[in-house]
């Protein structure tokens, strides 16, 4: 009896510490931004707070069932008479109770102030686009040269509030970065907007967090927070239009890009203009690929390349209907979008 | 059927009326260089400030009503019909739109005969590529030569006495979404050719040829850096809103540029004092102003350059970052006029985003501007800075559907070109009243297919007719009067010294106009609806006449689901006091024939 | 880059010159795409499937044009690929040329019964296919057959394409559009309904 409720304890501790306590890349309990710490420390205080309460209500509740009672008197009808001192208990605990809550309230309503706005003027807006299944990410620069566009991977500056624009282009996600803020819903025909800042380098994990459809599970985003000045040359570098292909296969490859690919994906300097799908104009500047369902590898580009339905059902990459030639081109040329 | 409108504080027109004097309200007057020969008609404009004024004045206020059908020309044609013919000597010149077949008309014989034609026989691919409908806006005389574009991106040039190509320049790739349909443009030995397709991402340019032998001598573009542009040191805006170094590029999302649109599909002007040629640019693509945040110049703007090297001069952008197509190819009249006390030399553009401009044409300068359609996508506008004063509500987002924005794309008028008057010191343009429903879609760049994204519907603006033919103030921004017409007013205008102005409806009227008070004095219903522009000559015969196309097309077809739209057409119709001319009469046997047209066999065609 | 000196674009070629046909019968037929291996590569993995390059060849004991423009959409009453060619005819700019409301602008009027190339699904499988020569764009190399079929399907819901059937009274001029089928219209109003992500 007593083991077996302890092995039950023993198998919900496996299942959820993991989640919830450790420093995963979806973690909530470790975050790393003005956008998120507040709500973060809010939660382990009102956390605590509630535990230290139903500790002391335990206690206290036990204290009265275990406290020993005047033995009965023989013989005689037992009376209930108040002798004394109860009521203060009332008093004392309804004051206590109602001081804790209005903490919270003031704590809750502080936190949100807190975090509804940046606290220093955001030095960069990026607009996300929500598609069934991936981010379509905008860079909006100023002069307008500077404004481009890539997918799923956004870059941010360590330590400075970045402004985010949601906008819902097919149905509702919701754009979700734990560690850096709280989730925000991307609806279509609106435009929502946020802000994360990140206060550490590093790669933060995503998700699209309202079930969206068949892929919903595999719509993947990351923030790489990097130093200001890597940052910068990261920019730079997302500026520049695709190399010239400098070899036969090459050539025919991006050949094949221009007919087979370009309606709906678009790489700069190859006159590829689509926007159905992913700005593949630097690629391989990225980890992963289909919003991070693949590792960014030849082998992957290549299979999803081949056959997309196969690896990602329902996406909106058709099957390519390519030969080996063809796809063996087609994938040395997009992995030259550095 | 027409009514006219008193606008108040028209005061000029009563008086003009009630004065047998022509009194300019305005003192406003024109260049008429380079003063073709008395009669002629060489140019689609008939002089280089493209005030569409003649001074022939047999046809007046007072006979015009007695005008009938002289003869008529059918070119079989079936696409819009946007020219107007050409008189040099006694020959006349016609070009028809798609497959644009040249014609050489004897004036001289009964009955017009053809002198040649010619068949160009341009790539039948080019009609699927022009987004609005296959129409020509005109043809060039110079030199002996007949010279204009086909719609698959050749320039080419005819003996104008028998019909042979002399050359043939190729100037874009029709396959890409490129046409040509613009009217070239010759300034002594360079002919000037702009191109079509920004509704398909093609980036804008006009490029200036020798007239003798095709050559291309530049080519400057709408958008891209400051060497494409032909921005130079001597490049000097009025606003400090369009100064700095390759805002061709900055102004625009990286890379974008490159499918800028901006075409060169409209008139051009010349002022011979300044040396300086002026020409508009369309809109910028796609259509979808979400996709490309920047003001996206030099698109829906105008350039005032050098004709002999292309360097630009100055440029104004009539709507930056132009969010409904209202595009900057309307044409600019040059026209000189006191403002303010003061003798200014201007042009006047009516643009398509409803506002008429007076601007000074040596510095760029905006000096009037005031809307004379119906619009609400502004709330004024900002003359210090030349900005109009866009109300946010107005803009389109992508997938949602806005209601009711006044002008819709084909503006509150498009490119049919408006005439100057002298003797009233008036302007004369068939405009329209007309506003949309816009939903924008997102768009992708594919090659030869739209780079777009509008989805329209259109509709009456407030009145529930579609077009006004008007006269208009350029000195104070101020209709004088108006000429409500059912349907659109989309046909040139033309203005002559005898006090008449001329002009047609969608729905196939031609009809005189005292241009001294909008009196409407005579109206004759043609085949087809008129989208062309009038011109008028002097015939062997000492008549003047006044020719028209009828065959409508073009931007004009929005409007075929109105009840009562014309069929398509491919007349011209000359009219001369009472009918008279050589070739109408009792008999008339002797006539000699033509040669036959470019139908069939029995033409000469190109090399292709 | 020429293509008698490379042979990566001869086979490119060739697929484009047998993709039409074969593809067209392979769906039509509902033929699942096979699993053949590639030449040269490693055998694909369980979920890498990848179609042969075309084995079928030439239709035998049939003029191609006139087989193909006789046979019917695999798509045709499929309510989600009619919500899906109509997505597809406004991404891939159709709807730019020939009108939102498929009513003709640039290009020619979409729901009337005048076909240039013909109205059957397969005539007009072809005109999107290979294209036409007053501008009509060839999508065979960037739409896969099925996205084309799906296409077709849009169209067909429009009420103006004639039934395979009746090709050769098309021919003849008798064009009776009561008897082409307004069902799929239905089928794509009540899709559409039911579903959030139908919208076009």
């Given amino acids: 009896m007593r083991s077996a409720a302890a092995q039950r304890f023993a198998v919900l501790s496996a299942l959820v510490t993991p989640c919830v306590c450790s420093a995963g890349p979806m973690s909530y309990f470790h975050t790393s931004g003005s956008a998120v710490d507040p ?37 005689l009808v037992r009376t209930v008479s108040r002798s004394g001192s109860g009521l203060p208990w009332i008093y004392i605990g309804t004051g206590v109770s109602t001081v804790v809550l209005c903490g919270m309230v003031i704590w809750t309503l502080l936190t949100l102030k807190l975090v509804a706005a940046p606290h220093a003027a955001t030095g960069l807006t990026i607009e996300i686009r929500a598609h069934q299944w991936w981010w379509e990410i905008r860079y909006v620069g100023e002069p307008p040269a500077r404004t481009f566009v890539t997918a799923n991977e956004l870059h941010i500056p360590v330590g400075t509030p970045v402004s985010l624009r949601l906008i819902g282009d097919d149905v509702i996600h919701s754009f979700w970065i734990p560690a850096l803020a709280g989730k925000t819903d991307v609806i279509p025909g609106q435009t929502n ?9 590093g790669v933060y994990r995503g998700q699209c967090s309202e079930y969206c459809g ?31 292909p400098r070899s036969a296969q090459l050539v025919i490859g991006a050949e094949l890009f221009r007919s087979r690919c370009a309606a709906c994906h678009t790489v700069r300097g190859i006159g590829a203009g689509g ?16 919003a991070g369902t693949f590792r960014n590898s030849p082998e992957s580009l290549s299979r999803w390349i081949a056959n997309a339905q196969a690896l990602k059902p329902g996406s909106r990459m058709p099957q390519m209907d390519l030969t080996a030639p063809q796809l063996d081109a087609v994938t040395a040329f997009v992995q030259t979008l550095r | 059927m027409a009514c006219v409108v008193a606008i108040p504080l028209s005061a000029p027109a009563e008086a003009a009326e009630s004065t047998a004097s022509n009194q300019s309200v305005n003192g406003a007057s024109a260049n008429f260089a380079p003063g073709d020969p008395k009669g002629e008609w060489r140019r689609q404009a008939g002089d280089f400030a493209n005030t569409r004024y003649s001074i022939l004045e047999q046809i007046d206020a007072g006979n015009a009503a007695r005008l009938k059908i002289a003869w008529t020309f059918s070119d079989g044609a079936d696409y819009g019909h946007e020219g107007a013919p050409l008189v040099v000597g006694s020959t006349m010149y016609l070009v028809a739109p798609f497959p644009n077949v040249a014609y050489a008309l004897d004036l001289s014989k009964p009955g017009a005969p053809i002198i040649w034609s010619y068949a160009p026989n341009p790539s039948p691919l080019a009609i699927g590529k022009a987004c609005c409908d296959a129409v020509i806006r005109g043809w060039a005389y110079a030199e002996g030569k007949l010279i204009y574009n086909l719609l698959d991106d050749h320039t080419i040039a005819l003996d104008a006495r028998t019909g042979k190509e002399i050359w043939r320049t190729k100037m874009g790739n029709v396959e890409n979404g490129e046409t040509m349909t613009m009217p070239p443009f010759v300034i002594g030995r360079k002919v000037f050719v702009g191109n079509s397709g920004g509704e398909l991402g093609k980036l804008g340019w006009l490029a200036a040829l020798d ?22 040191s001597d490049f000097k805006p009025f606003y400090s809103w369009m100064q700095g170094t390759d805002l061709g590029v900055s102004t625009w999302p990286v890379d974008m540029w490159k499918t800028a649109g901006g075409a060169a599909w409209g008139w051009i002007s010349y002022d011979p004092q300044l040396n300086l040629l002026y020409y508009g640019t369309a809109n910028p693509g796609p259509r979808v102003p979400t996709q490309r945040p920047g003001l996206n110049l030099w698109t829906s703007a105008m350039f005032a350059r050098d004709p002999d090297t292309g360097a630009a001069k100055w440029a104004y952008s009539f709507t930056p970052h132009d969010q409904w197509d209202y595009d900057g190819v309307n044409e600019n009249v040059l026209i000189d006029l006191p403002i303010n006390g003061r003798q200014r030399q201007v042009l ?15 510095t760029g300068e905006v000096l009037v501007a005031a809307p004379f359609a119906y619009q609400n996508w502004s709330s004024g506008f900002d003359l210090k800075n030349a900005l109009p004063i866009v109300r946010p509500e107005m803009q389109p987002q992508p997938n949602v559907k806005l209601s009711h924005v006044c002008p819709p794309d084909i503006g509150g ?34 090659p030869g297919t739209p780079y777009d994204g509008m989805e329209m519907t259109r509709h009456a603006a407030p009145g529930d007719h579609w077009g006004e033919f008007m006269a208009w103030d350029a000195a104070r921004g101020k209709k004088v009067w108006a000429i409500e017409e059912k349907f659109m007013t989309m046909s040139g205008a033309l203005a002559t010294a005898g006090n008449v102005v001329f002009y047609g409806t969608v729905d196939g009227w031609f009809r005189a106009v005292d241009a001294r008070n909008g009196k409407v004095l005579w109206s004759q219903k043609l085949g087809s609806g008129v989208i062309g522009a009038p011109m008028t000559y002097l015939g062997p015969d000492g008549r003047q006449y006044v020719a028209i196309y009828a065959g409508v097309g073009g931007a004009a077809m929005v409007s075929k689901s109105m009840k009562g739209f014309p069929a398509r057409g491919n007349t011209l119709y000359v009219f001369s006091i009472d009918g008279l001319s050589p070739s109408s009469g009792a008999g008339m046997l002797t006539a000699e024939a033509g040669n036959p047209t470019a139908q069939g066999d029995a033409h000469q065609t190109g090399t292709r | 880059m020429k293509e008698e000196t490379t042979p990566l674009v001869g086979w490119f070629a060739s697929v484009v010159k047998v993709l039409l046909v074969p593809g067209m019968t392979l769906l039509a037929s509902c033929t699942p795409q096979g699993d053949t291996a590639r030449p040269g590569t490693k055998p694909p993995s369980a979920f890498l499937t ?3 390059a075309s084995p079928l060849g030439e239709m035998a004991g049939a003029a191609q044009y006139d087989a193909s423009l006789e046979i019917s959409n695999p798509f045709a009453r499929d309510s989600r690929a009619v919500v899906e060619g109509r997505r597809l005819f406004v991404a891939m700019n159709c709807a730019g040329c020939h009108g939102y409301d498929a009513g003709g602008a640039m290009g020619p009027n979409l729901t009337d019964t005048a076909w240039r190339y013909g109205g059957t699904p397969g005539g007009i499988f072809q005109s999107i296919h290979s294209g036409r020569p007053q501008g009509m764009p060839a999508w065979g190399l960037a739409l896969p057959a099925q996205d084309i079929w799906k296409i077709v399907a849009y169209l067909q819901t429009l009420g103006a394409t004639l039934a395979p059937a009746d090709y050769h009274a098309g021919l003849q001029g008798d064009h009776d559009v009561t008897s082409v089928a307004p069902q799929p219209r239905q089928l794509l109003e009540t899709y559409a309904a039911a579903h959030v992500d139908a919208k076009p």
């Fill in chain 1, 275 to 290: 926007i159905l799908g992913p700005d593949l104009t630097h690629l391989m500047s990225r980890n992963t690929i289909a």
């Fill in chain 1, 39 to 75: 709500i973060t420390a809010l939660g382990w205080g009102l956390g605590i707070a509630c535990l230290a309460i139903v500790a002391l209500i335990g206690v206290l509740l036990l204290a009265a069932l275990f406290r020993a009672r005047a033995p009965k008197p023989e013989g």
């Fill in chain 2, 413 to 446: 008028k498009d490119w049919q070109p408006a005439a100057f008057s002298p003797k009233t010191g008036l302007l004369y343009a068939g405009i329209f009243n007309i506003c949309m429903d816009v939903t924008d879609h997102p768009q992708s760049y594919i």
């Fill in chain 2, 211 to 232: 007239v003798d032998s095709g050559r291309e001598i530049w080519r400057a573009y709408s958008a891209g850096p400051d060497s494409l542009v032909k921005i130079g």
């Fill in chain 1, 214 to 244: 068949l892929q919903h599970a595999h719509m993947s985003a990351f923030v790489i927070a990097e130093p200001k000045r890597q940052f910068e040359a990261w920019w730079q570098q997302q500026l520049a239009p695709s190399q010239p």
């Fill in chain 2, 348 to 362: 006047v553009q009516f643009n398509r985003n409803a506002y008429a401009y007076t601007i000074d044409r040596k």
């Fill in chain 1, 193 to 201: 907007n946020a802000w994360i800042e990140a206060d550490k380098p």
């Fill in chain 3, 50 to 52: 990848v179609p042969a």
